[in-house]
C-alpha cells in the first residue's frame, strides 16, 4: 500500500518492507473521525484511498475547513516529533484507508532500523517544511487583502 505514497519516492523497496513491519492500517467511513483537535494519541498516517478534511476550531468553537489530505499524503506527524496534543481535527472526506504508525512503533523502528528511521525523520521534517512554506504563502496573502480593504 506505501508503494504509490510521498514515502515510496524515498525509500529503496527493501526499505518499504521494513517500515511496513512497524505500521498497521485503518478503515474509516466517509464522515468518520480519524482524530480530533486536542486528542493525545500520538500517531500518524499515510493516505492511501480517499482523502481526509483537516478541519480546526475557531475562537467560537465552530469547525473551519483548514486543507483537504489526498492518496500518498501524510496527516499527524507533527505529533510524532512534539507530542503535544492535536492541533486541528482529521475528518474522512470519502471512504478512506490509511496506513499509520504510532510513536511506540517509530521509536522500534529507530532502535531496530535506525537508517530506515533516519530516513523516515528526514520525511517527516521535509513534509512540514512543505507545509509551513504553503501556510505562509496563505497567510501573506491573507494579509494582503486585509491591509487592501
Known amino acids: 500500500m506505501l508503494e ?9 523497496w527493501a526499505e518499504l518492507l521494513d517500515l ?7 478503515k474509516y467511513k466517509k464522515g468518520s473521525t480519524v482524530f480530533e483537535e486536542g486528542d493525545r494519541d500520538i500517531f500518524m498516517c499515510v493516505v492511501v484511498k480517499g482523502g ?4 480546526k476550531r475557531d475562537e ?3 469547525a473551519k475547513h483548514v486543507t483537504a489530505i489526498g492518496v500518498g499524503k501524510v496527516i499527524g506527524e507533527m505529533s510524532m ?3 503535544n496534543p492535536r492541533s486541528a481535527s482529521a475528518i474522512a472526506a470519502a471512504d478512506t484507508i490509511l496506513v ?5 512503533s517509530m521509536d522500534l523502528l529507530f532502535k531496530e532500523k535506525p537508517y530506515v528511521g533516519l530516513k523516515l525523520l528526514k520525511k517527516i521534517a521535509f513534509s512540514m517544511s512543505q507545509r509551513l512554506r504553503q501556510t505562509t504563502g496563505i ?11
Request: proline share 0%; glycine share 8%; charged share 20%.
Open 4 to 12: 504509490n505514497t510521498s514515502l515510496s519516492m524515498e525509500f529503496t
Open 20 to 26: 511496513s513491519r512497524y505500521m498497521g492500517t485503518m
Open 52 to 55: 481526509v478534511n483537516i478541519m
Open 60 to 62: 467560537r468553537l465552530a
Open 81 to 83: 516529533i512534539d507530542g
Open 100 to 104: 499509520t504508525l504510532s510513536k511506540e
Open 139 to 149: 497567510l501573506v496573502d491573507y494579509l494582503e487583502r486585509g491591509q487592501l480593504l
